[in-house]
């Protein structure tokens, strides 16, 4: 019962919430609690967040194969856009939710790069936007949530680099809607600068 209040408290004192957040979790963590991706979207669309990224860090996206049917349960809220290894599928309505196993930044740019050369494109015609349009992933998350430590992937190392990061203590399996309450209210707390 206190927990609910907390909870209900917490998220009357949130005014300012970020329009996308991403959520960086391990392979072993997301093994022990694949249900929570479920809860993480539920809560995100009660209190009114427009999008949802997942990043999965694995080195054998294949191995996730057997979590497959609980991230596909996110469609049942949300239009989920799921990324595993060569694959990608969407389904369902609602916010949109991006899961992405295995994915990495570095491999992301190097083939934004691959695809301007074979598209022979000029040196000069290349800028941000254009580079951003050959991106697999066009989001910019204004709030980035680690949980479980403090060690970051390289995933959307473009397109965060404006973003907030909260590194959360809480391990991903016991992550419980306060703590992402609580992740919200700092993004709240802090004035972003966008490099300046």
Known sequence: ??????????????????????????????????DKLYDCVAWSVEMGIKGVI?????????????LLPA???????????LHCGEHEEVSGKGIAVTVAVGKSGREEI?????AMAEEHLSPDAVDES???????FRYTPDLMIKTGGDHLTDFL??????????????????LRKVDFLRALRDYQSRVRRFGA
């Open 157 to 174: 190392i473009w397109q965060s680099v404006y973003s907030e990061l909260f590194f959360s203590d809480v391990n991903w399996k016991f």
């Open 110 to 114: 190097t083939a934004c790069i691959r």
């Open 130 to 136: 254009v580079f951003e349009r050959y991106l697999t």
């Open 71 to 81: 991230i596909r349960r996110i469609s049942s809220i949300a239009t989920l856009t």
């Open 1 to 34: 019962m206190i927990y609910w209040l907390y909870a209900r408290l917490l998220a009357r004192q949130i005014t300012v919430l970020p329009n996308q957040i991403c959520i960086m979790i391990d392979e072993q963590d997301i093994r022990e609690a694949p």
């Open 54 to 66: 997942f990043h999965i860090s694995t080195k054998d996206a294949s191995a996730m194969v057997p």
